[in-house]
């Protein structure tokens, strides 16, 4: 049977229907199948550079911290060695 008989037949508004949901139920399994497990994984790596991302921020905080201290150190030892030369 070819599509101009089934058109002639039944008629093209629900030879087009059938066509659409037809597409419909195609895009609908291709979307569960394939996109939500990529989306389970992409998901899932998201987490992992999250994570990473926290703690290369909390190492900053730490190196930065640490800096002021050397920092303040070194001015107290230069006002006592200023102190000392008077």
């Known amino acids: 049977m070819n599509i101009a008989q089934v058109i002639s037949e039944y008629g093209f508004p629900v030879v087009a229907t059938v066509g659409l ?43 930065q911290q640490k800096l002021d201290t050397v920092i303040e150190i070194r001015e107290i030892q230069d006002k006592k060695d200023t102190k000392g030369s008077n």
């Open 21 to 63: 949901l037809y597409m419909i139920y195609f895009i609908w399994g291709y979307i569960t199948k394939e996109i939500k497990l990529k989306l389970g994984e992409t998901t899932t790596t998201l987490i992992g550079l999250i994570d990473r991302i926290r703690m290369l921020d909390n190492d900053i905080i730490r190196l």
